[in-house]
């Protein structure tokens, strides 16, 4: 399929327009985005959860039937199987699980939550619910790219005409808006970690500056060694991190608050989903804040961490994609969480740099975590950079992590809780994408209820 320059020409210039009302009228930029979220996300929030919810369910479910054996396409896997892992945690989830470890639990202890139900906010928001959207999308570009033969699915599924050109649109803004909050999480850290290591106090303006730098020499450096090699330097030093906070503060109180809540979850799990506050107006603006916020963000990145999911899934099995994809991340950031969470509140830290210096104060871990963060950091913008490329034209990669950057820095200038507005903006741009990917789905059943797939489909019960 020949690629579409106008489709790209209209989403840069929905970024530019973006970059220059957040630029120039920051106070009603903020503004129209927190009339957005209070009357749409507030109300309609449940279009993110539900969908979530069912797809988490059902694939798990597939996974016992004889469709688990599915193929997306043929020979062996392209990365093995701790490379493939150590990818999709770097790009799904890495950097936000190192920047709100501490913080959300936190905000919620401190909101007057207990801290096993602060936990358990936190395992909702980063278990299941976000997880599931990454599976999905894998697998359905997967299948349409492997199985169908479909080389860009995002346009030819719904047509190819002018819905599917604004729905393009849509899915790349949202990507370089994802990517911007990820900015942002890498700024501030690095920032402190220069002040604490160097004694050098540098603009996060400059900073973004320089990681974006990091990120295109990435993308240079192609797949099989940028952001393969990124991923697995980076699944090490976060489980070094890990490991040290689960041994410097509590390991027995540690694992009993896991093994208790674990279950919790999962028997909650259907409930805290299906959340809707029906009754309670201050239930709803809750869950406008942190679910629905935190789930109509995931929808943001679903694209982009799909796609990506789908580009080095080739030669796996449906199966494979359930467990690697969805159940075994969904479980480590509940884990994840219960470590920092707790580690946290014991020791009084404020965020996880605070949390590393109060344990080490040779700064050896606070070094750790500034080079995973860096290292995080420049892997999602990098695979980001990919996926963009993918779905509009050849050599743009370096063109949308500059885009990423600069959308970035403007957010930076904002007052505020920064991570709070991007958040808010992504939750915002995921509307229009969520309707899109609820389309392609429907779209892609249809066209396997023709018939239109390969044969191994129909077999797989032989």
């Not at 109300?43 to 694939?59: D, E, H, R, W």
């Not at 027995?252 to 409930?271: D, H, N, V």
């Not at 107006?281 to 916020?293: F, G, Q, S, V």
Request: neutral net charge.
């Amino acid at each position: 399929m020949k690629r579409n320059f106008s489709t790209t020409i209209a989403t840069i210039a929905t970024i530019i327009a973006l970059i220059g009302f957040a630029a120039l009228a920051p106070e009603p930029f903020q503004a129209l985005l927190n009339t957005i979220k209070v009357n749409v996300i507030g109300n309609l929030g449940f279009i993110f959860t539900y969908p979530a919810f069912v797809v988490s369910v059902g694939f798990v479910l597939l996974m016992l039937t004889p469709l688990g054996r599915l193929r997306f396409g043929e020979g062996a896997p392209e990365f093995s199987t701790l490379a493939w892992l150590g990818m999709l945690f770097a790009t799904g989830m890495g950097i936000g699980l190192v920047t709100w470890g501490v913080l959300e639990p936190r905000y919620h202890v401190e909101a007057g939550s207990s801290t096993d139900q602060a936990l358990l906010y936190a395992f909702n928001h980063w278990g299941l619910l976000a997880w599931s959207g990454y599976l999905a999308i894998g697998v359905l570009f997967a299948h349409a790219m492997y199985n169908l033969n479909i080389a860009k699915p995002a346009e030819s599924l719904l047509g190819g005409g002018f819905l599917s050109k604004l729905n393009l649109v849509s899915l790349v803004v949202s990507t370089v808006i994802g990517l911007s909050l990820t900015f942002s999480y890498a700024a501030e850290p690095l920032q402190k970690s220069l002040v604490q290591f160097v004694g050098i106090d540098i603009s996060p303006t400059l900073i973004i500056v320089v990681l974006t730098g990091f990120a295109i020499a990435s993308s240079a450096s192609g797949l099989n060694r940028g952001i393969k090699w990124l991923s697995n330097y980076n699944t090490l030093f976060a489980l070094v991190l890990m490991f040290s906070v689960f041994l410097l503060t509590n390991p027995g109180e540690i694992l009993s608050t896991f093994g208790r809540l674990l279950p919790e979850y999962l028997l909650s799990y259907p409930a805290m989903a299906t959340d809707i506050g029906l009754g309670d107006p201050e239930r709803k603006a809750w869950l406008a804040d942190w679910l629905y916020a935190f789930e109509a963000s995931w929808y943001g990145w679903f694209i982009f961490t799909g796609v990506f999911i789908a580009r080095i899934s080739r030669g796996r099995t449906l199966r494979q994609l359930v467990l690697g994809v969805m159940l075994v991340p969904s479980l480590f950031s509940c884990l994840w969480f219960t470590v920092f969470g707790l580690g946290g509140l014991e020791t009084g830290a404020k965020d996880v740099f605070e949390l590393m210096a109060s344990l080490d104060q040779y700064g050896v871990l606070s070094a750790i975590l500034a080079l995973n963060i860096l290292l995080f950091f420049v892997t999602s913008a990098d695979s980001a950079g990919l996926v963009c490329e993918m779905l509009t034209v050849e050599r743009s990669r370096a063109f949308w992590i500059v885009a990423m950057a600069s959308l970035a820095i403007v957010i930076n200038w904002l007052d505020g809780d920064i991570f709070k507005v991007i958040l808010t903006l992504i939750s915002v741009a995921a509307i229009p994408v969520a309707f899109g990917i609820f389309a392609m789905g429907a779209a892609f059943i249809l066209r396997l209820r023709r018939g239109n797939h390969d044969d191994s489909v129909l077999n797989l019960a032989k």
